[in-house]
């Protein structure tokens, strides 16, 4: 299973950007996809998640949106008013149908990862 990720950017802050992962090797609608972020000097967090809902790190609430395309097999993360603490690598996961029943806040649900796109918010 592959994953690539993609949409990061350089934005000001209240711009929006819109993050992309897609899959060789599997269907993305049967299980779990993932986004993570990781700032420097910090540890990767949890930022949203969707299989049979939606799921989201608080402070995104109200501001981002995860979703599908699965004629694309695709997963995308629409991020709008970008805080200059949304700076980080974002990183797109993939779990099977096995993750429906798990904590998908927890990263080592997650058996395939994307390499990473980076976004900058800019103050």
């Known amino acids: 299973v592959q994953l690539q990720a993609s949409g990061g950017g350089l934005v000001q802050t209240g711009d929006s950007l819109t993050l992309s992962c897609t899959s060789s090797g599997r269907v993305l609608s049967r299980g779990t996809v993932g986004w993570f972020r990781q700032a420097p000097r910090k ?5 949203a998640a969707i299989n049979r809902m939606a799921y989201y790190r608080d402070s995104v609430k109200g501001r981002f949106v995860i979703a ?4 694309k097999n ?3 993360l629409q991020m709008n008013s970008l805080e200059p603490e949304d700076t980080a690598v974002y990183y797109c996961a993939s779990g ?10 927890d990263p080592a649900q ?6 990473g796109t980076q976004v900058t918010v800019s103050s």
Do not use: C, H, I
């Open 43 to 47: 540890e990767r967090e949890f930022v």
């Open 96 to 105: 099977g149908p096995s993750t429906l029943t798990k904590d998908v806040r």
């Open 74 to 76: 695709m997963v995308a």
């Open 68 to 71: 599908r395309d699965n004629a």
């Open 110 to 115: 997650y058996d395939s990862w994307g390499q």
